[in-house]
T-cell receptor, first 111, second 111 residues
């Protein structure tokens, strides 16, 4: 069966520090991969999605970037975090079926 | 107009009540639809797909109205454990890989 791993679960980072969140999927090949952010009490905002290695589509101009160095690995990065980058970051994958499945999320607090 | 819109609620209903949520979408080319459930501070989890003919899973019924471009979720005999935020999801399909979530409707079932 397919599983998705996302880490760390929680993270507290100072303003101006770099960020790297990693997401890996097991049990499937060539998945579509997604990064979402959810601010407190708000909906899911699609940040990036990828349909293959090295292919990244950005939905919202921002302080973040994404990379897909391997088929089942998706990384969200920032060179310098802002206070407004705080939120709940969710990675998701989608295979042949249309529904998406989520990792457990990373709760990022920028202080 | 947002691609996917939901009433944020909260819907406060007594145990045993029937409650219904709607979700409207703007793109008539949308092809697949889902309802997700998100518990507080957790990742969204797939609740059910929404088929053109409507579908039922126990106390939950999902329907699609393509003419008016909305989907609905009906919960019968509400349980305390149904308290959560319910997110609708719309996929355009046809090779378009973006997965768009509504902002969610919060349900609180009261004893």
């Amino acid at each position: 069966s397919q599983t998705i791993h996302q880490w760390p679960a929680t993270l507290v980072q100072p303003v101006g520090s770099p960020l790297s969140l990693e997401c890996t999927v097991e049990g499937t090949s060539n998945p579509n991969l997604y990064w979402y952010r959810q601010a407190a009490g708000r909906g899911l905002q699609l940040l990036f999605y990828s349909v293959g290695i090295g292919q990244i589509s950005s939905e919202v101009p921002q302080n973040l970037s994404a990379s897909r160095p391997q088929d089942r690995q998706f990384i969200l990065s920032s060179k310098k975090l802002l206070l407004s980058d705080s939120g709940f970051y969710l990675c998701a994958w989608r295979g042949g079926a249309a529904e998406a499945f989520f990792g457990q999320g990373t709760r990022l607090t920028v202080v | 107009r947002k691609e996917v819109e939901q009433d944020p609620g909260p819907f406060n209903v007594p145990e045993g009540a029937t409650v219904a949520f709607n979700c409207t979408y703007s793109n008539s080319a949308s092809q697949s639809f889902f309802w997700y459930r998100q518990d507080c501070r957790k990742e969204p989890k797939l609740l059910m797909s929404v088929y053109s003919s409507g579908n039922e899973d126990g106390r939950f019924t999902a329907q699609l109205n393509r003419a008016s471009q909305y989907i609905s979720l009906l919960i019968r005999d509400s349980k305390l454990s149904d308290s959560a935020t319910y997110l609708c999801v719309v996929n355009r399909g046809g090779g378009y890989q973006k997965v768009t979530f509504g902002t969610g409707t919060k349900l609180q079932v009261i004893p």
